[in-house]
């Protein structure tokens, strides 16, 4: 059981936008700043926003974050096939440990 | 170019030890905070704790302290994650990961060792 909440998986068709969605609590999300991580299939993760909005150098600015109170919410727009992979939110929490989603798998149909 | 590489695929057995290492190249070592994180088969994410080398600060994830050990050699710019008895649920791919802004996330990844313990 995470600590943080996000949907097993979302899908949508090539081009189309989707969002992702972490649940947490005051203690995590609440109280800090929320990290996207991309994992394609058979990698490691890759940071994709942090700060709650911010993308590093090089991403695309087809990804975006937002956060709103104890929720934060992943978007991508103009989806491609290559966007299919494992999305992970992540935060700290009151004992100073990062926590992360479950994981939500993305399929581009 | 910030790179972290990690050893290579291990396979021990139950009870056995083991130390798997991170080198890390391409910035100042000793100015960043570089933890590990496990990813259980088929599974998500999980941190496990961090190190800062710079003064070797260690926090460790509650739920892991006790069972790892977490150290790094600044001179060689590597991180260590040890155990002193493997079990079966150890089994995994562990993550070497650095901490930016503002230590908040985690910007740089290793490409994971896999750790396998059966008897």
């Known amino acids: 059981q995470s600590v943080l909440t996000q949907p097993p998986s979302v899908s949508a068709a090539p081009g189309q936008r989707v969002t992702i969605s972490c649940s947490g609590s005051r203690s995590n999300i609440g109280d800090n700043s929320v990290s996207w991580y991309q994992q394609l299939p058979g990698t490691a993760p890759k940071l994709l926003i942090y700060d709650n909005d911010k993308r590093p150098s090089g991403i695309p600015d087809r990804f975006s974050g937002s956060k709103s109170g104890t929720s934060a919410t992943l978007g991508i727009t103009g989806l491609q096939t290559g966007d299919e992979a494992d999305y992970y939110c992540g935060t700290w929490d009151s004992s100073l440990s990062a926590v992360f989603g479950g994981g939500t798998t993305l399929t581009v149909l | 170019e910030v790179q972290l590489v990690q050893s290579g695929a291990e396979v021990k057995k139950p009870g056995e030890s083991l130390k798997i290492s991170c080198t890390a190249s391409g910035y100042r070592f000793n100015s960043y905070w570089t933890g590990w994180v496990r990813q259980m088969p088929g599974k998500g994410l999980e941190y496990m704790g961090v190190?800062?080398?710079?003064?070797?600060?260690?926090r460790y994830n509650p739920s892991f302290e006790g069972q790892v050990t977490i150290s790094a050699v600044r001179s060689i710019s590597t991180a260590y994650l040890q155990w002193n008895s493997l079990k079966v649920s150890d089994t995994a791919i562990y993550y070497c990961?650095?901490?930016?802004?503002?230590?908040?996330?985690?910007?740089?990844w290793g490409h994971g060792t896999l750790v396998t313990v059966s008897s």
């Open positions: 190190i800062y080398p710079g003064d070797s600060d260690i």
């Open positions: 990961v650095r901490a930016d802004y503002g230590g908040k996330s985690f910007d740089s």
